[in-house]
């Protein structure tokens, strides 16, 4: 599902997200997940993920989540399946992990 999907499934609120960077760096994500993580926004356990929603009257919001919550709401792979496998099995032997592939599909 997508943040905003996530966020209503978790019943958090855009008006309780801070204000966030239009295009967040990899470096203002770990700040927000590293060694002093935030709150996820929907819990308040540590988070262990973060990006921003975008709402069109209130500009972009940092939606943080943590491990439970966000798996609770996986994203979902935009590409098809038949074109993320050929990646997949490459990372996978070029790293010598082992690699199965369960799919309704
Ligand atoms: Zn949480």
Do not use: N, Y
């Not at 209130?58 to 050929?86: A, K, N, S, Y």
Request: net charge negative; glycine share 6%; hydrophobic share 40%.
């Amino acid at each position: 599902m997508t943040r905003d999907e996530a966020r209503l499934f978790l019943h958090v609120e855009l008006d309780d997200l801070e204000p966030g960077p239009a295009a967040p760096t990899l470096e203002q994500i770990l700040a927000r997940t590293g060694i002093h993580p935030r709150p996820c926004s929907a819990c308040g356990q540590p988070a262990r993920t973060s990006g921003v929603i975008w709402h069109a009257q209130l500009g972009p919001r940092w939606f943080d989540r943590c491990r439970v919550c966000f798996l609770e709401t996986p994203p979902q792979i935009q590409v098809p399946l038949d074109q993320v496998l050929p990646h997949l099995r490459k990372v996978a032997a070029e790293i010598g992990a082992p690699l199965t592939v369960l799919s309704e599909s």
